[in-house]
């Protein structure tokens, strides 16, 4: 019986390794097609319900020995040859159905056998249990989807969800500018809508010190209810939240932008004011601020940082002082005067008054506890007349001590305000960096010219600027790039029509008289010019910096025009007392191994034009400061003779509330020779806009209107020195 038993044993071990076989080429197919159709299932199950199976009690345990050797024969056997790439799911597949065999014998075996049957029949499962661990079918990365992790602080993630519906409704007016709303949607999305300015519902110190900077925006010359800033402690819910966040950044970057361009454009003024373009760029201004130690100083930043403009504010800031506190005012009484010293009479005449400590204090002269009434003293009182559409005469008469007392501090600060808006036009570089950040300043209310050096004064001189109205000097920033000795005056089209030809007619030698060329160009247009010489209208040099206004620097044979206070007579172009020394500063910064003196400059004046081209362009700038600073640490006020002052103000006041530096008041001016009908037989080649004395000026002395056009570009000889 036992050795029917055992041989019963081995045979049973046979046909349990069929079955396995089985069992493995059915998974091989399922793995080589995954989809099974339940009848397939029930096939399998058939197959493996007709093996017999051995009774219970008749089959012995198995042993460790009969678990290898079947591991390593019969299963090894009876396993196809499939791909290496199916072998792991296949592994895979027979370890779950060995799971499936352990755990839920009664769903795969007849219900006949007993529950200890499978014991046997786990060796074959087992054999393939090794791989299991690397069972897993290989993952599809690509295909998986992983939900990114927030990096909002949980206290803050219901502003942030608001800021994303609040930025991503495109209806929205937070942001009128495209550039701005632009760079804010892509600012706060890389922050995954965090908001900035507040943790936890909290505003952070940085929210508070721009919220300070913003409210002191007046002590910059401009108006701090242009920035309204939020309430963040009002704030108490996250839609509340969200929309202080928003109002916080808006401001901030119309703080920057205006603190760096102006108010307004300088094109509202005039078409004769042409300056460089230099605005913010909103995305910069946010990573700016953002990551900056101190935000509120870096938004200060953006306004000028020029020395003038530093100055001039610290001035608002005392006027504004002044202005709080009540004055003493100046007794009326007998008209003080200041003498100045003759031949006849070699000492000046010097009177004392007890009342001239406080017109010294009013009129910021030093001393102010001198009672003499002295030149320094005389001079700001004439000074303080101008300014104040009194006759500029220097005696302190009761007209002028009643003007001193009246209040006057709104109307100083108001002039302070504009010079400080106009001291954004300017560039942030005033010079050139290459040679010491030289460059000129010619500043015309003060008919003054200036050349800079390395932060200071180099050399000065006076200057005659254009008269008032369609004359006026444009106002711009531009570069010298050289210098022109014994210029050639090419007279424009529109003299030779409106003034020339009406004189020749009438006298055929006068432009001989007058020492002017008249010739045909090849294309028939007539051209007149005045060849170089003492005579010459523009002298005997010219600074040329082309510019669209044509208009330049210039020598002029009329001296005498410069020992008058106020110096505006020409027709748009600057007249240079000593253009021979202004030439050799310049030469000297651009070229300093040359060493160039005036009088090396005046060797050079004869028939023939001559260039002296700089290597680096020095840049000049044209300026309109009716109120500044100077090197006494005084300031000083001139007259508006332009009117840039009151039309600056007019709009500052009137337009409360508006975007100004977006209004653009016209369009810029066209600088063309105009159109008009030419006498039959007559043409006329391009010119451009003059400025000097016209023909009947220059010939009878008279103010006769002049059309303001010249051309800058000298014909003939020339002789380029390097």
């Not at 024969?73 to 499939?82: C, E, G, I, K, L």
Request: contains cysteine; hydrophobic residues 35%.
């Amino acid at each position: 019986m036992r050795d029917f038993n055992k041989s019963r044993s081995g045979f049973d071990r046979v046909l349990m390794a069929v079955a396995a076989s089985f069992l493995t080429v059915s998974v091989g197919a399922a793995t080589a097609q995954p989809s099974v159709s339940p009848r397939d299932s029930v096939s399998k199950l058939a197959i493996d319900a007709a093996v017999p199976r051995p009774e219970p009690t008749n089959v012995p345990p198995p042993t460790v020995t009969d678990f290898k050797a079947d591991t390593t024969s019969d299963t090894t056997a009876s396993v196809p040859d499939t791909t290496k790439a199916s072998e792991k799911s296949v592994g895979a597949t027979l370890s779950e159905a060995s799971k499936v065999t352990e755990t839920k014998p009664e769903e795969t075996k007849p219900a006949a056998i007993a529950p200890a049957a499978p014991a046997p029949a786990a060796a074959p499962a087992t054999a393939v249990a090794p791989a299991a661990p690397t069972a897993e079918p290989p993952r599809d990365v690509a295909r998986e989807v992983t939900k990114p992790t927030s990096t909002v602080a949980t206290a803050d993630q219901t502003v942030a969800d608001r800021l994303r519906e609040m930025l991503g409704n495109k209806t929205s007016r937070q942001f009128d500018r495209k550039g701005e709303r632009a760079a804010v949607e892509k600012f706060y999305t890389a922050r995954d809508f965090a908001p900035l300015w507040t943790q936890g519902g909290i505003a952070t110190a940085t929210a508070k010190g721009l919220i300070a900077r913003l409210k002191d925006a007046g002590s910059e010359g401009l108006d701090a209810a242009d920035y309204p800033v939020p309430d963040f402690t009002a704030a108490n819910t996250p839609e509340a939240q969200a929309e202080a966040e928003l109002k916080l950044t808006a401001s901030m970057l119309d703080y920057a932008r205006q603190a760096q361009s102006g108010r307004m454009h300088w094109s509202q003024i005039d078409g004769d004011i042409m300056y460089p373009e230099h605005p913010t760029d909103p995305a910069e201004v946010l990573a700016n601020i953002s990551t900056a130690k101190d935000a509120s100083a870096a938004l200060a930043s953006y306004n000028p940082q020029h020395e003038g403009y530093k100055k001039l504010k610290a001035k608002l800031a005392e006027l504004r002082g002044e202005s709080e506190m009540p004055v003493q005012p100046i007794a009326e009484g007998p008209a003080l005067k200041f003498t100045k010293a003759t031949k006849k009479n070699p000492n000046p005449t010097v009177v004392e008054d007890d009342r001239v400590p406080q017109v010294r204090a009013r009129l910021h002269v030093a001393n102010a506890s001198d009672i003499k009434y002295d030149a320094e003293v005389a001079d700001a009182v004439r000074k303080f007349q101008a300014n104040s559409n009194l006759k500029a005469t220097g005696i302190l008469d009761d007209a002028t001590v009643r003007a001193i007392n009246a209040p006057k501090r709104d109307r100083q600060i108001d002039t302070l305000l504009v010079n400080l808006e106009r001291w954004r036009w300017l560039p942030r570089e005033l010079g050139a960096a290459s040679i010491g950040n030289a460059y000129v300043m010619l500043n015309i209310p003060d008919y003054t010219l200036k050349v800079m050096q390395n932060g200071g004064q180099v050399w000065t001189t006076r200057v005659v600027v254009g008269k008032a109205g369609k004359h006026a000097t444009p106002l711009m920033t531009e570069t010298m790039k050289y210098i022109t000795v014994n210029p050639t005056w090419n007279v424009p089209p529109s003299i030779i029509y409106n003034e020339y030809l009406p004189a020749l007619q009438q006298d055929p030698t006068v432009l001989d008289r007058m020492g002017l060329k008249l010739t045909r160009n090849a294309d028939g247009s007539i051209h007149v010019s005045q060849p170089p010489g003492e005579a010459n209208a523009l002298g005997r040099i010219r600074f040329n910096f082309p510019n669209k206004f044509l208009v330049y620097q210039h020598d002029t044979p009329d001296k005498n025009l410069f020992s008058r206070d106020e110096r505006a007579f020409s027709h748009g172009c600057m007249r240079v007392q000593n253009p021979d020394q202004y030439a050799a500063t310049l030469l000297n910064i651009t070229m300093p191994n040359e060493r160039h003196t005036p009088e090396k400059v005046r060797s050079m004046y004869g028939r023939s034009e001559i260039d002296l081209k700089f290597p680096t362009p020095i840049p000049v700038n044209i300026t309109y400061q009716t109120a500044f600073v100077d090197d006494a640490g005084k300031l000083q006020m001139r007259k508006d003779v332009y009117g840039r002052d009151a039309q600056m103000l007019n709009i500052l006041k009137n337009a409360k509330g508006k975007d100004l530096e977006q209004i653009v008041a016209r369009a810029q001016p066209s600088y063309a020779r105009p159109r008009a009908s030419i006498p039959q037989g007559v043409a006329f080649n391009d010119g451009a806009r003059n400025s000097e004395p016209n023909f009947f000026e220059r010939l009878f002395g008279g103010g006769f209107a002049q059309p303001q056009q010249s051309s800058p570009g000298p014909r003939g000889r020339r002789t380029e020195v390097r």
